[in-house]
């Protein structure tokens, strides 16, 4: 009884508001996703006459069958696959590597390579200046026009310079003693005692990856080199679509099979983002001192 009227007691109007605001954050966030389920298995009538809402109408998985049948839509799949795995891999790597020196109080230059790195979030040479580098590179229609230009983003190499600061100098300070190198001290102690922060950001890599669509537009000619939000936004233009082969008109409306396409592409999100979340509190909370 007494536990009950102290949970009783704690439960202000504030905790009351909370509790509304994030239902309704939840009820916004949840809504959309929903949607996009029931509409990619709901029949082409009910669709035409909007009434699909949070369940599917007239059971129908057409959309998916053809999305299965049509190679573009598994080519630009396997691609973004492509793109975003090894594009995360580039970024955790080269980022780890440029904020471990950062991070070194002693390293030469350091003010100064820090005032140029952070002009470059105010700062940029603009679309054409890099394009016209990424063409000198003969990187026009590869995958390395997309990986390279972007191996490192300046907010996730500030905050992981931030983590390393954190860490207890003891740790460099034993390893120097027993004669370990700076690459040594990199690969063995401070990307292992660096994980919450890797996966933090790591899962910004990857969303910036799984959702760019336009570097790619940019950069790639051939079309079996296109991601799926490459594809995704032609199909927002319905004739363009149709051209292309990836809506039949005659069997299925262009919205189911978006629909469809768009919840295929957020299921990699929804099966890593629980896992990953666990690290955030402590990749973004970097100012603990690491013992």
Request: net charge positive; glycine share 6%.
């Amino acid at each position: 009884m007494v536990k009950g009227g102290a949970l009783r007691q704690r439960f202000t109007p504030f905790d009351a508001v909370l509790v509304v605001v994030l239902s309704l954050v939840a009820i916004v966030t949840v809504y959309p996703v929903l949607f996009i389920v029931a509409v990619s298995f709901s029949d082409t009538a009910y669709i035409v006459q909007n009434k699909v809402f949070l369940w599917p109408k007239g059971f129908n998985i057409e959309a998916y069958r053809q999305i299965l049948e049509n190679p573009k839509i598994p080519r630009a799949y396997w691609n973004t696959i492509v793109y975003t795995g090894l594009g995360t891999l580039i970024n955790l790597l080269m980022t780890a590597i440029a904020a471990y020196p950062l991070s070194r109080p002693t390293f030469f230059g350091r003010k100064w390579f820090m005032i140029a790195i952070v002009l470059t979030m105010f700062l940029t040479g603009g679309i054409i200046p890099t394009y016209l580098i990424v063409q000198k590179l003969h990187l026009i229609d590869t995958m390395w026009a997309i990986l390279l230009p972007n191996a490192i983003w300046t907010i996730e190499l500030l905050i992981l310079k931030s983590f390393f600061e954190s860490m207890s100098p003891s740790l460099r300070e034993s390893a120097v003693i027993d004669g370990a190198s700076e690459y040594r001290i990199l690969g063995s102690i401070m990307i292992p005692l660096s994980k919450p922060a890797l996966a933090s950001i790591g899962l910004f890599y990857f969303m910036g990856h799984w959702n760019s669509f336009f570097i790619p537009m940019i950069y790639l000619n051939d079309t079996s080199l296109y991601p799926l939000q490459v594809v995704l936004r032609d199909m927002l233009f319905f004739d363009t679509a149709r051209e292309t082969g990836l809506i039949d008109q005659a069997t299925l409306t262009p919205q189911a099979l978006k629909n469809a396409t768009i919840f295929i592409s957020m299921i990699p999100v929804l099966l890593i983002y629980p896992f990953a979340q666990r690290y955030f509190a402590k990749g973004i909370m970097l100012g603990s001192e690491k013992g």
